[in-house]
């Protein structure tokens, strides 16, 4: 049985959201200078620290929110819900513990839940950045998961 998914189409000039942990900005913001050319044809979103660096080191615009644990993970991760958001790339630091670390899982699961590409690491990005598809239109397909969730509800009943 073939089910088809409603889509919702990405513009062609995606809106990025870049984030890195402490110990990745140096890394992030060597690999924004290797891709500063394909980065400037797109609209940019950082949390604090890292969009503030982006901004001084590649003189590209850049929309900065709060530091990620003072909240700046959760306003992206709003903003990929509310459809503003087209891409994310986490550069995150697998070594640490963070104490916003729900807050970094919130954004990851709020990626995959609105199936928004995400790059973890510059391999990742590479591929991602990289990819014909970046800048064109794209049709993502979307789950329904508040239909699964009800149906798993009615299942769970005694």
């Keep these: 049985m073939t089910t088809t998914l409603p889509t919702k189409t990405l513009p062609a000039k995606k809106r990025i959201a870049l984030v890195a942990h402490d110990a990745r900005k140096e890394d992030l913001l060597d690999w924004a200078a290797y891709n500063q050319g394909t980065l400037a044809q797109h609209t940019l979103f950082a949390t604090g620290t890292t969009g503030r660096l982006l901004q001084e080191q590649l003189e590209l615009p850049v929309t900065a929110f709060l530091s990620g644990p003072l909240g700046g993970d959760q306003q992206i991760g709003a903003r990929i ?3 503003a958001i087209d891409v994310l790339i986490f550069f995150w630091d ?65």
């Design 94 to 158: 697998p070594l640490s513990s963070h104490p916003h670390d729900p807050d970094v899982r919130a954004l990851l699961r709020v990626a995959v839940l609105q199936n928004i590409p995400v790059a973890t690491n510059r391999s990742s990005a590479d591929f991602l950045l990289s990819s014909p598809l970046l800048g064109q239109p794209y049709a993502r397909h979307l789950e329904d998961y508040g239909s699964r969730l009800r149906r798993e509800r009615l299942t769970d009943e005694p």
């Design 81 to 83: 819900v509310e459809g």
